[in-house]
């Protein structure tokens, strides 16, 4: 029997699983054509750099978590010139058992992005499954942005073969609502005016961590940690991030800290090392 699951992925110690933008939209790939192979609907997700967050209704989804995760650390393992596992191996799985505890999740994943201060509002986040609901409304249809997949047509850096149905863009992506359970998650929302005011406004629980941070702690962030690992990532081609030493990636992290404003803990997520190892060097920047 199907149920509704909330499913979050981490990086390994809050490291970033992505370095540049086209390893997310490859993830978002590997969602449609994994939901479909194993037949898991999804109702909404929202990915930043070092987790991803899903909304997904399966009788048992370790199959496709798992297909989803190999086939991602193929693709990573295969650009970045690196070996094993991409992110911690274990992933958390929470059973969502009616509909208001549904909605109050489906919120929490959209907004996810906007709580963590990397956008302003989930519709600025382009890896965020708010921007397909509610196009008609908006005055918007994606779609006309792809064109139907030919026959034979695999996802890239994978073995895994495009659905017939689906529908693809110029750089060969395909379009989330071929995926999404997009009138599922408006039905359940209500009119655009009743979802505009849940994706738009601090649930009571992120204004109770807002009350309890310190005055001196922001969640919001100057620049994002994909922006920050692309601007390495240019600065260092044709090497990439995980080739670099350690002694290489302090020198960096030093670097980077007196050309931008960037925290310590944003650099120890993009560089893979961990923060205290950041922390013991003289970054010759202040810390944060």
Known sequence: MKMYLHICIRGNAHQSLFLEKGDIQHLIDLLAVFSYKYDVEVLAYDILSNHIHLLIRSDDPSNFIKALRVSYAHYYNNKYKTEGSVGSRGYVSGIIRDEDQLIEKMIYVIRNSTRHGTVNHPYSD???????????????????????????????????????????????????????????????????????????????????????????????????????????????????????????????????????????????????????????????????
């Open 126 to 288: 382009p890896f965020n499954s708010a921007a397909y609901y509610y196009q008609k409304e908006r005055g918007i249809d994606y779609r006309k942005e792809y064109q139907p997949v030919e026959k034979n047509t695999y996802l890239p850096w994978s073995r895994e073969p495009i659905p017939d149905h689906f529908l693809i863009n110029r750089k060969g992506h395909i379009y989330p609502g071929c995926f999404l359970r997009i009138k599922e998650v408006e039905t359940l929302l209500g009119s655009y005016d009743q979802a505009m005011i849940k994706f738009s406004n601090p649930t009571e629980k992120e204004k109770t961590e807002s009350e309890k941070r310190s005055p001196t702690h922001s969640m919001k962030v100057k620049y994002t940690d994909l922006y920050i690992s692309q601007l390495i990532m240019k600065q260092i081609a044709p090497r990439t991030i995980p080739q670099l030493s350690v002694i290489e990636k302090m020198e960096l992290a030093a670097n980077i800290r007196q050309k931008i404003q960037v925290s310590v803990r944003q650099l120890s997520r993009v560089l893979n090392i961990p923060e205290t190892s950041l922390r013991r060097w003289n970054l010759l920047a202040p810390k944060k």
